[in-house]
């Protein structure tokens, strides 16, 4: 599952860089490039965070009530 959502991201990362450097090439026009980065963003937000996160153990030596 982890190598699946991993791999979403880099997809969705993907999507805001490449149609980036496609337009700068001439290839895609503008409003195609805001498309798909807005997809690819928001994939991106959306996905990273389920496999990025971690939990961070508490140290009771370090804990002050």
């Known amino acids: 599952m982890n190598i699946l959502l991993k791999t979403i991201s880099a997809v969705a990362l993907g999507l805001v860089v490449v149609p980036c450097m496609l337009h700068f090439a001439g290839i ?14 928001v994939v991106w937000f959306l ?10 153990q508490v140290d009771s030596a370090e804990v002050e009530i």
């Open 47 to 56: 996905v990273t965070p389920t496999w990025m996160s971690r939990r961070l």
């Open 28 to 41: 895609i026009d503008l409003p195609t490039v805001k498309w798909t980065a807005l997809v690819g963003t």
